[in-house]
């Protein structure tokens, strides 16, 4: 069973949702009703944010996400076993230096002892300017030692477009990481960035989940037709690094009428946009636990 959480739903700026991250959590035995009996097997955080802290800070308050709550009270960052990093913006790496010390310094091992690792997945563009452009100057010294990103984060490479470096698993779910146009330099996806498109291994079913990217339709236009849920990136101006609603709003109906908006600014509750939300299947809310994959 595969379920999917957001720790926020908003865009860079926005105030009143969280950043958008979100928590991906598998289990080997489905479940049924609002509250899982079991912690997950396995849980995938799709980014962390600026913001990331303070909402699995409240999260953890909630009813289910009890395993997110450390018996000191603080976050239980052992509790994310996969972080996967879609792009290099401060709105999903933000959070990244406080879950490394905090592994580090607070957290062990329960079978080596030694600091608490996740295993942290991206190309290695982005895992090299992440390392050398954002988390280098906070996490590169400790007392009496200088220290890498792999002394914090087991590393995992991805290669997009390689069929057996493109895609990692969780149980039998395998999530493919494909390039999306959310800003360019000269050319279109020469800026590294990347959405994931799900599937169950066993039933063939997917869902898609776009990360940061503008609209790009004829990229994807077969993920998101065989797709059983879509989960997209919206904001509700023209925004030249984002997709925009009236933009959105051109998909074919049977597409829309499964697609979750998310990543969208402060103004969402204006009464002048909900007519054109009302033709998607809704705006994604922030701490609510979506089921993706009932594990038949």
Request: charged share 20%; hydrophobic share 35%.
């Amino acid at each position: 069973m595969l379920t999917l959480t957001f720790l926020g739903v908003g865009s860079a700026f926005a105030k009143r949702n969280f950043n958008s991250n979100a928590l991906f959590e598998f289990w080997k035995k489905p479940w049924k009703g609002a509250k899982p009996p079991t912690p997950p097997d396995d849980t995938l955080l799709v980014d962390f944010g600026m913001t990331g802290p303070l909402a699995i800070h409240e999260l953890k308050q909630k009813p289910g996400f009890e395993h997110l709550r450390h018996e000191t009270g603080m976050n239980n960052y052992t509790a994310i076993r996969k972080v996967f990093i879609t792009h290099q913006h401060a709105d999903h790496i933000g959070g990244l230096e406080e879950m490394a010390l905090m592994n580090f310094f607070v957290f062990k091992d329960k079978k080596s002892g030694k600091p608490f690792k996740s295993e942290l997945i991206s190309t290695i563009n982005i895992l090299v300017n992440l390392w050398d452009h954002s988390l280098k100057g906070g996490l590169n010294t400790i007392q009496n030692r200088y220290c890498l990103l792999q002394d914090y984060f087991f590393i995992r490479t991805m290669i997009p477009g390689q069929p057996k470096k493109n895609n990692f698993n969780m149980g039998p779910y395998r999530f493919e990481i494909f390039p999306t146009d959310h800003v360019q330099i000269e050319r279109k996806y020469d800026w590294p960035s990347y959405g994931l498109y799900i599937k169950h291994t066993q039933t063939g079913q997917t869902v898609f989940y776009s990360g940061d990217t503008r609209f790009d339709f004829p990229a994807y236009s077969s993920m998101l037709e065989e797709a059983s849920l879509c989960f997209h990136d919206c904001n509700f101006f023209d925004d030249p690094v984002h997709a925009w609603i009236e933009d959105l709003k051109t998909l074919p109906e049977e597409i829309r009428r499964k697609m979750y908006l998310y990543h969208y600014g402060d103004g969402f509750d204006n009464p002048n946009l909900q007519p054109s939300i009302a033709q998607f299947k809704g705006l994604t809310q922030a701490h609510q636990r979506y089921a993706l994959f009932d594990g038949k």
